[in-house]
C-alpha cells in the first residue's frame, strides 16, 4: 500500500519534528541558564548594595534582562522553525526591516 517513496517521505517528516524539538528544546534550556544567570548575579549585587532603593533598581534591572534574554531567545528559535518547515524568513525579515524605515522616516519633520 504504501511506496518508498512514503517512507522516505515519512522520514524527512520525521527528521523536520525531530529537528524543531531539538531547537525548542535548546531555546527553553538557554532561558533557563539566562534566567539563572541573571538572578544570581542580580543577588550578587544586590548583597554589595546598602541602601533599599539600590537593592530594588537591581532587582528592576534584573528582570528586565531576564525579559530581554527571553525574547532574544526566542526570536532566534522564532527565525529557526519556519526555516526548518521549509519557509523562508527573509522576506518577513525584510518586510519588519521595511516597515520600521517607513515609520521612522514618517517621524521625522521635513
Do not use: C, K, N
Not at 544586590?46 to 533598581?57: F, K, N, P, T, Y
Request: hydrophobic letters at 55%; proline letters at 2%; a positive charge.
Amino acid at each position: 500500500m504504501f511506496g518508498a517513496t512514503h517512507l522516505q517521505g515519512l522520514g524527512g517528516v520525521i527528521a523536520s519534528g525531530l529537528h524543531i524539538l531539538v531547537i525548542v528544546v535548546v531555546a527553553w534550556l538557554a532561558i533557563v541558564a539566562a534566567h539563572r544567570a541573571i538572578r544570581g548575579r542580580r543577588i550578587r549585587i544586590a548583597s554589595r548594595l546598602g541602601d533599599q532603593e539600590s537593592v530594588q533598581r537591581a532587582g528592576t534591572l534584573g528582570r528586565v534582562s531576564r525579559y530581554l534574554a527571553a525574547v532574544v531567545v526566542s526570536l532566534v528559535a522564532g527565525t529557526l522553525v519556519p526555516g526548518e518547515l521549509g519557509v523562508s524568513v527573509a522576506p518577513i525579515l525584510g518586510a519588519g526591516v521595511l516597515l520600521v524605515w517607513r515609520r521612522a522616516s514618517a517621524r521625522r519633520a521635513w
